[in-house]
C-alpha cells in the first residue's frame, strides 16, 4: 500500500506541480506559450494513448512487474526531465515519463483492490484517493517554493529519491499477482490511431496559435485528427478485442454521464493558464501563485467524501446537477477577475470551481457505474479513467487556443517567444474570456444531465433519487 500510493503520489504531484512552473519555464529555456503547454501535453497524451492498453497488459501478464517497471521508467523520466538542456529535449523526456506514469495509473487501484482484504477493500481504495488530493493540493505550493528557491529543475528531480524507494518497498513486499486471464489480445492499430488522432488534434491546436488557423499545416493537422477519429470508430466497431467497447455507449445514460464526465474535466483543465495571469499580470512571486493554486484541489477534496455519502443517500441525478450549476457560477465568477482583484477576491472566485467539481465528480461517477451491468463493470471503470485523461488531453489545447484568441484579440499580434512582452491587460482579456466559454461547456454538460435526469426518471418513475 505504502509503495503503490508513493506512486500515485509522485504522478498525481508531478501532474500539478508543472502547472505552476509553466511560466517559468517559458521564461528560462526561452520558449512560446503553444511550445510550452506541450511540457504538460506530451505527458498526458501518452498516458492516453496507453491506459486503457495497458489495463489489460496487467491481465495478461501480471501486475507486479508491469507496475514495477513502470514506476522505474517514471523515475528515469524525471531524472532526465531535471536534467533536459532546453525545452524540446524536456517535452521529449516529459512524454517518456508518461510512459511510466500510464503503466503505473492504469494498475494502482486494480493492485489495491486484488490485496487488500474485502473488509478493508474500501478504506484501501479511500485512501488512494486521498493520496490524490494530497498530491494534487501539495503541487502548486510545493511547485511554487521549489522555483523560487531552487529553480525548476528540482520539480522533477525531487521524484527520483521517491521513486527508488518505492520500487525497494515493491520489489520487497508486493507479492506476484500473477495473471487472472489469458487468451486476451491488444488492439495494438486502435491504440495507434487514438495516439495519432490525439497528437494530430494537438499538434493543430497549438501550431493554430502561433501561425493561426487558416494555415495548411495547421489545416492539414485537424483533417487527420478527423480522418483518424473516423478511422478509430470504424477500427473499434469491427475488431474482436477493442481498446473501447463501443457497444456500451448504447446505453444513453452511461454515453450522457461520460460526455458530462469529459466536459468538466475540459473546464478544469482551464486551471493551467492561471499562473501566467498570478505571475504575470498581478507580478505575484512563485511561491505565492503555488499557494493560491492550491484552492481548487483543496475545495475538491473537501467536497468529495460529502458528495460521495449525500448521492448514497439522495441519489445522484440532482447532486450531479447542483455541482454543475456551481461549477458553472464559479467559471462566472473567474470571468470577472481583474488585474487588481486582491488574494482574497481571487479565493472567493476559485473556490466555487472546486467545490462544484467535488460535489458533481462522485455522483456522476456513482450513475455512470450505476447504469450500466455487472459484467460490464470493468469496462465501464476503465473509460471512466480515461474520461479524465481524454479531457485534459483535449482540454488543455483547446484552452490554450481559445487564451491565445482572446489575447490575440488584444494586441493583434500572436503570443511569440517572449511571453513578458504580452501587456497584462491582455493577459487578463485571456483568462476572462477562457472562463466564459468554459461556463458555456458546463452549461451543456447541465442541459445533458437534464436529459440524462428525464430518462432515468421515466425508466424507474418509483426509484428515490431520479
Not at 490524490?132 to 523560487?148: D, F, K, N, Q, R
Not at 444513453?252 to 483543465?269: D, G, K, T
Not at 462544484?356 to 461517477?365: C, E, M, S, W
Request: glycine residues 10%.
Amino acid at each position: 500500500m505504502i509503495g503503490v500510493n508513493m506512486m500515485v503520489f509522485m504522478s498525481t504531484l508531478d501532474m500539478s506541480i508543472v502547472n505552476v512552473a509553466l511560466p517559468s519555464l517559458a521564461r528560462q529555456l526561452n520558449t512560446d506559450f503553444a511550445t510550452v503547454q506541450w511540457v504538460i501535453l506530451s505527458y498526458v497524451l501518452v498516458v492516453a494513448a496507453l491506459l486503457l492498453l495497458v489495463s489489460r497488459l496487467g491481465d495478461m501478464y501480471g501486475k507486479k512487474s508491469i507496475f514495477s517497471s513502470g514506476l522505474a521508467l517514471f523515475t528515469l523520466g524525471s531524472l532526465f526531465c531535471g536534467l533536459a538542456p532546453n525545452v524540446e529535449w524536456l517535452i521529449f523526456f516529459r512524454g517518456f515519463q508518461g510512459i511510466g506514469a500510464a503503466m503505473s495509473q492504469a494498475l494502482g487501484i486494480a493492485i489495491v483492490t486484488e490485496i487488500a482484504p474485502p473488509s478493508r477493500r474500501g478504506r484501501a481504495i479511500g485512501l488512494i484517493g486521498a493520496t490524490v488530493a494530497m498530491g494534487l493540493a501539495l503541487g502548486p505550493s510545493l511547485g511554487g517554493l521549489i522555483i523560487e528557491f531552487v529553480g525548476w529543475r528540482w520539480i522533477f528531480l525531487i521524484n527520483v529519491p521517491l521513486g527508488i524507494l518505492a520500487q525497494w518497498i515493491i520489489t520487497r513486499h508486493m507479492p506476484p499477482l500473477l495473471p487472472v486471464k489469458s487468451g486476451q489480445r491488444f488492439d495494438v492499430p486502435g491504440a495507434l490511431l487514438a495516439a495519432l488522432t490525439l497528437t494530430a488534434y494537438s499538434m493543430g491546436m497549438t501550431m493554430g496559435q502561433k501561425h493561426g488557423f487558416d494555415s495548411s499545416m495547421v489545416i492539414g493537422f485537424l483533417t487527420v485528427a478527423l480522418g483518424g477519429l473516423i478511422a478509430f470508430i470504424t477500427l473499434e466497431r469491427r475488431t474482436e478485442h477493442p481498446m473501447i467497447d463501443l457497444t456500451i455507449f448504447a446505453n444513453p445514460l452511461f454515453s450522457l454521464n461520460l460526455i458530462m464526465s469529459v466536459l468538466v474535466f475540459i473546464a478544469l483543465a482551464g486551471g493551467f493558464i492561471m499562473p501566467f495571469f498570478l505571475q504575470m499580470a498581478q507580478n505575484r512571486s512563485p511561491s505565492e501563485v503555488g499557494v493560491l493554486m492550491m484552492l481548487i484541489p483543496l475545495s475538491m477534496g473537501l467536497m468529495a467524501p460529502f458528495s460521495g455519502a449525500l448521492s448514497d443517500r439522495f441519489g445522484p441525478r440532482e447532486l450531479s446537477l447542483l455541482g454543475l450549476l456551481i461549477v458553472a457560477g464559479g467559471c462566472l465568477a473567474i470571468s470577472t477577475l481583474t488585474l487588481d482583484s486582491p488574494w482574497w477576491g481571487f479565493a472567493l472566485r476559485v473556490m466555487p470551481l472546486g467545490l462544484g467539481i467535488g460535489l458533481f465528480q462522485a455522483p456522476n461517477n456513482s450513475a455512470i457505474m450505476g447504469a450500466v451491468p455487472r459484467e460490464r463493470l470493468g469496462v465501464a471503470s476503465g473509460l471512466l479513467n480515461y474520461s479524465r485523461v481524454f479531457g485534459q488531453t483535449t482540454g488543455l489545447p483547446l484552452v490554450g487556443t481559445i487564451f491565445t484568441l482572446f489575447v490575440v484579440s488584444m494586441t493583434m499580434e500572436t503570443v511569440r517567444i517572449d511571453l513578458d512582452a504580452v501587456s497584462p491587460e491582455a493577459l487578463v482579456a485571456g483568462v476572462t474570456g477562457v472562463y466564459r466559454v468554459q461556463a458555456l461547456f458546463i452549461l451543456v454538460a447541465f442541459i445533458l444531465g437534464i436529459v440524462a435526469w428525464i430518462i432515468d426518471r421515466r425508466s424507474h418513475p418509483g426509484k428515490p433519487g431520479t
